[in-house]
T-cell receptor, first 112, second 113 residues
Framework: EDQVTQSPEALRLQEGESSSLNCSYTVSGLRGLFWYRQDPGKGPEFLFTLYSAGEEKEKERLKATLTKKESFLHITAPKPEDSATYLCAVQARGGSNYKLTFGKGTLLTVNP | GAGVSQTPSNKVTEKGKYVELRCDPISGHTALYWYRQSLGQGPEFLIYFQGTGAADDSGLPNDRFFAVRPEGSVSTLKIQRTERGDSAVYLC???????????FGPGTRLLVL
């Protein structure tokens, strides 16, 4: 069974204080690892997809990296508007390659 | 362009009642998914449609839950004899093809009293 564990559950940062969120996963064969951002009362908003170990993707203050067992979402010099829940999900190869298995998310609060 | 839309945005019902939740996917997206998100949890897969047919309904919790997509576009998730434990946010998503990036709607917040 595919599993995703995210840590920490919650993280408070001061504006400008860089940090990283962790996503550990077990999957029968990884097709893709996804990062989503979710604001209160909204649906998840796509950020990145990573497909192979060593791959990195960046968007503004966010950078996602992938190894064979985990992914990190690095946040550089965060701003209050980066406050949200960040969700990690895996997609397996094979017959169920449409299904996303999500972690519980990390609630990020950035204080001004 | 228009994203995935869901109606109603909020639904309050009484235990034992029947509810229908609607999803309008992005035009041209053949794959459609329903997920359920409980408070403090990540979304959990319920059902996947490819075109008009339910290709995988293994995530539906029990036979009180049913979903249709009769014309390959709009989908309706139907819950019979609602229970308090059904209270959650029901998310719909669509994608161009099954393994492609999924676009999520804003969700329907269901509260069963």
């Amino acid at each position: 069974e595919d599993q995703v564990t995210q840590s920490p559950e919650a993280l408070r940062l001061q504006e400008g204080e860089s940090s990283s969120l962790n996503c550990s996963y077990t999957v029968s064969g990884l097709r893709g690892l996804f990062w989503y951002r979710q604001d209160p009362g909204k649906g998840p908003e796509f950020l990145f997809t990573l497909y192979s170990a060593g791959e990195e993707k960046e968007k503004e203050r966010l950078k996602a990296t992938l190894t064979k067992k985990e992914s990190f979402l690095h946040i550089t010099a965060p701003k209050p508007e980066d406050s949200a829940t960040y969700l990690c999900a895996v997609q397996a190869r094979g017959g169920s390659n449409y299904k996303l298995t999500f972690g519980k998310g990390t609630l990020l609060t950035v204080n001004p | 362009g228009a994203g995935v839309s869901q109606t109603p945005s909020n639904k309050v019902t009484e235990k034992g009642k029947y509810v229908e939740l609607r999803c309008d996917p992005i035009s041209g997206h053949t794959a459609l998914y329903w997920y359920r998100q409980s408070l403090g949890q990540g979304p959990e897969f319920l059902i996947y449609f490819q075109g008009t047919g339910a290709a995988d309904d293994s995530g539906l919790p029990n036979d009180r839950f049913f979903a249709v997509r009769p014309e390959g576009s709009v989908s309706t998730l139907k819950i019979q004899r609602t229970e308090r434990g059904d209270s959650a946010v029901y998310l719909c998503a669509s994608s161009l093809q099954p393994s492609a990036r999924a676009y999520f709607g804003p969700g329907t917040r269901l509260l069963v009293l």
